[in-house]
Every structure is written in structure tokens, then in C-alpha cells.
């Protein structure tokens, strides 16, 4: 297709007409940084469709960046393209802010990591205490520089504040904990717990914030099943974890390029972005 703007592990975005961008959500995995050799069929509509779910859930929140996703109203030459059907959206073209705005309910990962060392989260000091996977007594925000190449890397809120001033930033720090608020609890209620998540943000035209790129998708935030949480070790998930399993345990970590992936794991890793995507929206997967 023309006009490609940008080709990401997962997405690209090609240029629409002056106003407006196409989003298209590709079937490539990445684990460790590197992106697999083997696709995951059907990921790339599970994750839009996902994304478009949580952004009309959080709708009266904030706006969002999403026009429409029927191909039969994209702009010339996309118009009626079938291979964009349910994996693309057309969205306002934004003024995106340089940062990730992550959010944590629960301290795992690299936040556990840091909280080990340090008895800190990303710089910021937490309750004392805490056991892998607890539950914060409230979401806390954690920023990151949105990275060209490599790692992002974790930032202040006073860092952040200092770059965009102190009313946007906390704005951005204020929405991003309410549309988690909002989305785990919904999940919650779906038996899924939503450990955290990181969202993008940008301004309109008339300067007001508008929440972009993808929403809570299992690329971009860690589900856990309800039923077998336990406090004190990791937890089962519904993301690519099974994929970083098996690429640790045959010496495949972030080794590149990466291996072709057999199809029992393929098929495995589908599997549980299907099962996500039917459990929190309670529609089966076509």
C-alpha cells in the first residue's frame, strides 16, 4: 500500500487524506524485542477488535482517536480493501505526546524487579511489604519516554511535567488511572484481572486530549485469570508469556534473528488471545 508513515513491530500507518491516518494491525509477534519469524493468524483482528471494544467502554472518559473501522468508508485507495477488513481503523491524525503513560494495579515484572532491589517502582517509593503480584492499594503511574530505537525508559512524573507543564501532565496521569479504573473493573467482572497497562495520548486540533494508538490489548497489558490468582509467584496469563516460556526455555531469548516457531506453539499462543478476546467481550471469536 502507499503512503507508509511508520512500520512498527506490530502495526504500520500509512497516510489516509490531510485529517486522518490508517492503522493497520498485522499478525507479527514480538517477544524480547525481536519480532518472530511466524505469524499468529487472526492476531492482528483480535487486537483491533479489542482495541475498538475498550475505546467505546471508555468513550465518556475520553475522547478517542477512532473514526471508523468499515472499509467501505476509508478514503481512496483503501476504499473497500478486503485485506483491511477487521484488522485496520481510520483514525484523526494527533499530535501524539512523546511519552508511554503506564499504569500498575499490581506489582509484577519489572516492578517487582525494581521493588526487590530498592523498595521502589520505577523511582517511586510504594508500600512496604509487598509480595510479588500484590495488589497496590491504589494504581499507580509510572511514564516512560516512547523509545526510536531500544528500551523506553522509565521517567518522573516531574520529569513529564517539567515537558508537557504541570496541567497537561496531570491530566494525562489523572485519565490514564481512570480509564484503567474503569476497564478493570469491567474485567474483574469478567473474571480477568488486568495487572497493568500502558496508553498513548495526543492533542487535536483544538488542544484537547485525545487517547490514541491501541487499548488494553494483551500486547500492551498483562491479563490475568481471576480463579487462579495467588499472591507470592507469578501469574498464568492471557498474553505472549507462553511464547517467552518457550523462546527461555530452548535458548531463544532474545536471540535474533528468532527461530520459526512450531505449531503447537502457534497454535497455543492464539489460543489464549482468542480466549481473552471472548471472555472480556463475551462474543465468540469468527
Same mark, same amino acid.
Given at each position: ?7 512498527? %513491530? ?5 497516510? &489516509? ?6 492503522? $493497520? ?8 524485542? $525481536? ?23 471508555? #468513550? ?12 467501505? @468508508? ?5 476504499t473497500n480493501d478486503e485485506t483491511l477488513r477487521g484488522r485496520s481503523m481510520l483514525v ?13 494495579? /499490581? ?8 521493588? +526487590? ?5 520505577? *523511582?517511586? %517509593?510504594?508500600? =512496604? ?5 500484590? #495488589?497496590?492499594?491504589? =494504581? ?40 484503567? @479504573? ?5 474485567? &474483574? ?5 488486568? &495487572? ?9 486540533? #483544538?488542544?484537547?486530549?485525545?487517547? *490514541?494508538?491501541? $487499548? ?8 490475568? =485469570?481471576?480463579?487462579?490468582? %495467588?499472591? *507470592? +509467584?507469578?501469574?498464568?496469563? /492471557?498474553? %505472549? +508469556? ?11 531469548? *532474545?536471540?535474533? =534473528? ?7 506453539? $502457534?497454535?497455543?499462543?492464539?489460543? #489464549? ?5 471472548e471472555i472480556l467481550t463475551g462474543e465468540k471469536f469468527n
Open positions: 500500500m502507499a503512503d507508509k508513515l511508520f512500520e512498527g %513491530k506490530v502495526r504500520a500507518v500509512f497516510s &489516509a487524506d490531510p485529517d486522518s491516518l490508517l492503522i $493497520v494491525t498485522t499478525d507479527r509477534i514480538s517477544a524480547y524485542d $525481536v519480532i518472530m519469524p511466524t505469524p499468529i493468524a487472526d492476531k492482528g483482528k483480535i487486537l483491533n477488535s479489542l482495541s475498538m471494544f475498550w475505546f467505546d467502554l471508555t #468513550k465518556d472518559v475520553v475522547k478517542n482517536h477512532v473514526i471508523t473501522t468499515d472499509v467501505s @468508508k476509508y478514503p481512496y485507495p483503501y484523526k491524525r494527533l499530535k501524539m505526546l512523546p511519552f508511554e503513560c503506564i499504569v500498575r494495579g /499490581y506489582i509484577t515484572g519489572s516492578a517487582w524487579e525494581s521493588y +526487590q532491589k530498592d523498595g521502589t517502582v520505577c *523511582g517511586q %517509593k510504594v508500600a =512496604p511489604g509487598l509480595i510479588e503480584s500484590d #495488589k497496590f492499594p491504589e =494504581p499507580i503511574f509510572t511514564p516512560s519516554t516512547k523509545a526510536a530505537e531500544g528500551h523506553d525508559i522509565n521517567v518522573s512524573y516531574e520529569y513529564m511535567a517539567n515537558e508537557l507543564g504541570e496541567e497537561l501532565a496531570s491530566k494525562v496521569r489523572d485519565t490514564t488511572i481512570a480509564v484503567y @479504573k474503569r476497564c478493570a473493573e469491567y474485567a &474483574a467482572g469478567r473474571g480477568i484481572i488486568i &495487572a497493568d497497562t500502558k496508553l498513548e495520548f495526543g492533542l487535536d486540533e #483544538k488542544g484537547e486530549l485525545v487517547l *490514541g494508538d491501541e $487499548v488494553l490489548t494483551p500486547d500492551s497489558s498483562r491479563f490475568w =485469570p481471576a480463579a487462579d490468582y %495467588k499472591p *507470592g +509467584q507469578g501469574q498464568s496469563s /492471557y498474553d %505472549k +508469556q507462553y511464547l517467552r516460556n518457550w523462546l527461555s526455555d530452548n535458548g531463544y531469548k *532474545g536471540v535474533s =534473528p528468532a527461530p520459526e516457531l512450531p505449531a503447537d506453539v $502457534v497454535a497455543a499462543t492464539r489460543a #489464549k488471545y482468542v480466549e481473552a478476546y
